[in-house]
C-alpha cells in the first residue's frame, strides 16, 4: 500500500467509550504499568455548545488520559 488512510504512521490519540471510567482506568494503569490519570469533566453547554438532534444539550462526559508517548505504526 502507497499511502495508508491516516496519511501517517503516527497515532497521537486513540479514544476508547467505556461504562465505568473508574474501573477501565485502572485496569488500563494496571496492565501498562503507569499510574491511574484523574478524570475530568468536559464542559457544559455554555461553553462547549454541544447540540443532539439540533437542539442544546448539557450531556457530559468523563475523560481520562494516558499520556504514553508517540506509537508508531509498522507496516507487517
Known sequence: MDKNLLGTNIVTQIGIIVKDIDEASKTFADF???LKPKWNWTDGYEKSHAEFSG???DARAKLAFFDMGQVLYIEP
Open 32 to 34: 501498562f504499568g503507569v
Open 55 to 57: 437542539k442544546p444539550s
